[in-house]
């Protein structure tokens, strides 16, 4: 594999300490010594000084309930007991640094941030750092899920404490060789230089370092104010591989002997064979080698795709139902507004804001369609894929095919794109179900049309919002959701039951109402606010897609805000900037209507829309344009974006998520979603699923990322930039039409002829 300058792979941490470092004063990075030819190191993390009775310096004791305020805390709490096995740290006879990293990159640019923490602390150029990412690590348990903006926030103390404990042992070969106090040598470039220019590279000190005595060795990372590659924006140090076609995602992978396959899916969700009725006329097809059945369907192996695809879609097969066969949009929607808990009638004079909204079904869309390589043997697996909960997909890989966990290796692809759907494994399952009933080693590709019907979606909502209100101030606001079940069995629930105890929700809720308190929270002082999720249990293809349960929740009740201004003679802004809880959140919203020009007087037609939206220790304010002189075909033709993410690490790539962001927002606001039709998806690709295309997206984009705050905490960041641009969107809308939007996307017609099923 290249060096990461050609083709990373990894996940990134966050700068600045999260719940780990909370007493830093009193705490010590420890580390030991992991192999001996080159120096290698895995950290640990402890304190200074021990309670009595205390029993380990090694092990420190989990954050308590307090501590847990969203759900980046409850993936972090869930790792503690093996984060000191995170990071090994390589530095190599050749100088380049090796770090195996147990997080996903799908290209929100993990890599490059990890890779500039691990420059930082070894002051070495960003070229020399090699980011592969690791296998499946069961060892790990909780502690290998990418999802939750949650991997720079948990992977943050462990890549310093490694970085600093081989940066002290290499000044320490350094000092004995060059026979030079340590206090007098320095680190940069990659070498070691003391007086009178004597130096000495990192890789010729590898092997010295590595034969240091034993023992656990005190290093302490940088203080953020001596950063100073961390904080500069960085471009990505994979962008060159992939515009250029260099680089591998899964099916680019040259495994041996490895065959085309694709399946034939059912023409409802779950559906599942009956039977096939010309198996004999297909395997006579051009290029067919074999035909075999699957829990999911009917698997073609070929020579080709093409091959594959052709003879699978000459299939004849007879299907069983499927799960919500007979299922159609109106019939999930009077079941979600029958879930949403009614409010109780208003008391006499009591004065009130009621809105109702629903949002419909979205593809996660990815450009890179599922696909796996699998090596299914007697003795042994060997699978390839994109996978997010690599350690869940192990174990049920395992199970499906009957070996042993410790026989199947399963190895951690780039992808390109997931936005939560990678969190599941089922094309990996796939191959090696096919794998192992053909004896072969199975390249499989979904098609697009596979993607969009039979992948994973955001679920179908229903809203229900009252706010009271006194003459000029809020009482009470309410929000009540109802939503189909959202699937949290790709490791996220074992996560969520092992810590239930320290919850701060409470042990006796559901998983999703636990995803939905720790992740959704009103951030304006609104008087007594309730936001209850109820789910109904329709078995369909759902997941978490990017921003989860926030995306429509908060983009729903931006809107509201906008209304209660409206009712209570407020400027939007003025209310919001008053309304707020913390000063950080006024902060970022005072930046765009400052730099938007907000109240800048628009032509009949075009109106600005702004919003906020806080979570995962970060916050954003949007300010968007619109022109709807057609209601029906608007279009933003500008946006400005502030975010707080704590102490940042590269707002470059800060920037690109929260433009993501902005995106997903205008696509799915405005025209992309999936219609259900019995029991399935009509959408099937791009041009049906209608994701915001380059002239859908405004030209004009300014995007903010402010400075370290005074918490010092890192903060999440993949997930934040949907929301206050949903809410944005809709605010421009309503006020260019004078039409309050209330479903999602606001222009959804059936405009294509779907493709048969």
């Known amino acids: 594999m290249a060096r990461h300058s050609a083709e990373p792979t990894g996940s990134a941490p966050a700068v600045a300490p999260g719940l780990r470092d909370r007493v830093l004063g009193r705490r010590k990075f420890l580390t030991y010594l992991v192999a001996g030819s080159t120096l290698t190191v895995a950290a640990k993390v402890g304190f200074d000084t021990l309670a009595p009775g205390t029993a380990s310096a090694l092990v420190p004791s989990p954050p308590q309930p307090a501590d847990v305020t969203d759900l980046g805390d409850i993936l972090i709490m869930a790792g503690k007991p093996t984060e000191g096995l995170l990071i090994q740290l390589e530095i190599q006879e050749d100088g380049n640094v090796r770090v195996e990293l147990p997080r996903m990159e799908v290209g929100q640019g993990l890599t490059t941030s990890v890779a500039m923490l691990v420059a930082e602390e070894l002051d070495v150029p960003l070229s020399a750092v090699y980011m592969p990412l690791a296998p499946a690590r069961p060892e790990l348990l909780f502690n290998q899920l990418t999802g939750g903006s949650n991997s720079i926030r948990s992977l943050f103390g462990p890549v310093r404490a490694a970085a600093a404990v081989a940066r002290g042992r290499l000044l320490a070969a350094a000092s004995e060789q060059l026979r030079v106090p340590v206090g007098d040598l320095q680190l940069a470039d990659g070498v070691v230089v003391g007086p009178s220019d004597v130096r000495a590279a990192i890789g010729t000190l590898t092997g010295a370092a590595a034969a240091l005595p034993l023992g656990e060795l005190t290093a302490a990372p940088k203080k953020p104010s001596d950063y100073k590659l961390v904080g500069s924006p960085v471009s990505r140090v994979d962008a060159r591989a992939m515009v250029t076609g260099e680089f591998k995602y899964t099916l680019d992978l040259d495994i041996p002997d490895a065959t085309p396959a694709m399946v034939r899916r059912p023409p409802t969700i779950n559906g599942t064979v009956d039977s096939v009725n010309n198996e004999k006329d297909v395997r006579s097809m051009p290029g067919v080698i074999d035909v075999v059945v699957i829990p999911s369907g009917v ?135 096919i794998s192992k009933a053909t004896g072969r080693v199975i390249k499989l590709m979904w098609t697009r049309v596979d993607d969009m019907r039979h992948g994973r979606a955001r679920a179908g909502s229903f809203h229900r919002v009252r706010v009271t209100h006194a003459a000029d101030h809020v009482l009470s606001f309410e929000h009540r959701v109802a939503s189909v079940e959202t699937d949290t069995k790709h490791g996220l629930g074992e996560i969520l039951t092992a810590t239930a105890a320290s919850l701060p929700v409470g042990g006796n809720m559901s998983f999703a109402q636990t995803m939905f308190l720790t992740t959704v929270k009103c951030p304006y002082n609104f008087g007594a606010v309730t936001q209850v999720l109820n789910e109904i249990p329709l078995d369909m293809h759902t997941g978490s897609w990017r921003s989860v349960y926030s995306a429509n929740t908060r983009g729903a009740e931006e809107i509201i805000v906008d209304e209660i201004a409206a009712k209570l003679g407020r400027d939007p802004v003025e209310f919001r900037l008053e309304a707020l809880k913390e000063d950080r959140y006024r902060a970022v919203l005072e930046k765009v209507a400052d730099e938007g020009g907000w109240g800048a007087k628009m032509d009949k037609g075009f109106a600005q829309g702004v919003a906020f939206h806080a979570e995962y220790k970060s916050c954003t304010a949007c300010l968007v344009e619109i022109d709807a002189r057609d209601p029906q075909d608007p279009r933003v033709t500008k946006a400005v974006i502030a975010g707080d993410f704590g102490l940042p690490i590269n707002p470059r790539g800060l920037e690109s998520q929260l433009l993501g962001g902005l995106t997903d927002a205008i696509s799915t606001t405005l025209r992309a979603g999936l219609h259900i039709e019995d029991g399935l998806p009509l959408e099937g690709s791009y041009s049906q699923f209608h994701y915001a295309r380059q002239a859908d997206s405004p030209t004009d984009v300014k995007i903010f990322i402010m400075p370290a705050n005074d918490k010092g905490d890192p903060g999440g960041a993949g997930e934040l930039g949907v929301p206050a641009a949903v809410g944005a969107i809709g605010n421009a809308y309503a006020r260019a039409t004078g039409i309050a939007p209330r479903s999602f996307p606001i222009n959804f017609p059936v405009d294509f002829d779907p493709f048969p099923r």
């Open 299 to 433: 698997a073609v192996v070929a020579e080709t795709f093409g091959q594959a695809l052709d003879a699978k879609d000459a299939l004849d097969v007879t299907w069983k139902k499927g799960t919500v066969d007979g299922l159609s949009d109106a019939e999930i929607k009077e079941q979600l507004r029958g879930a949403a808990l009614p409010f109780a009638v208003p008391a006499a004079g009591e004065l009130t804001i009621d809105a109702e909204f629903d949002f419909a079904f979205a593809s996660h869309a990815p450009m890179e369609t599922n696909s796996a390589v699998a090596d299914v043997r007697p003795d042994g697996a060997e699978i390839w894929s994109g996978l997010k909960s690599p350690i869940v997909a192990q174990q049920a890989i395992a199970k499906e095919i009957g070996l042993p966990e410790n026989l199947v290796k399963v190895n951690v692809v780039q992808s390109g794109g997931s936005f939560g759907r990678r969190l599941f494994f089922d094309g990996a399952l796939e191959a090696a179900q």
